[in-house]
């Protein structure tokens, strides 16, 4: 794992390893990444997961779910009511309900 991420530009964690409530988990640590990896997770609860906080530590470029989460909402908004769904209130609804 440690030479393919050595060779790579980007990891995306597509599991759900991190999520809530196991926050502590992460599929690979600050010492197995470089600076400049992008880390693209898309666990979204939490908006930094242990995986996020690992890749900054690294100088690694940290990236998180909170937007495909939005845009996967949007598009299935799009699909069942025919109509362009209101990206930026979904994106403040998502927000504001993972502060609760």
């Given at each position: 794992m440690?030479?393919?991420?050595?060779?790579?530009?980007?990891?995306?964690?597509?599991?759900?390893?991190?999520?809530?409530?196991n926050t502590k988990d992460t599929i690979i640590t600050s010492e197995q990444m470089h600076s400049g990896l992008v880390v693209f997770d898309i666990v979204y609860n939490p908006l930094e997961t242990r995986l996020l906080k690992e890749a900054k530590s690294a100088g690694a470029i940290p990236v998180n779910g909170l937007m495909?989460?939005?845009?996967?909402?949007?598009?299935?908004?799009?699909?069942?009511?025919?109509?362009?769904?209101?990206?930026?209130?979904?994106?403040?609804?998502?927000?504001?309900?993972?502060k609760s």
């Open positions: 440690e030479e393919l991420i050595a060779e790579s530009d980007i990891l995306i964690n597509t599991t759900t390893v991190g999520m809530h409530p495909m989460f939005v845009y996967q909402g949007a598009e299935a908004f799009k699909i069942w009511t025919g109509e362009n769904p209101p990206i930026e209130v979904m994106k403040n609804t998502v927000l504001e309900e993972l």
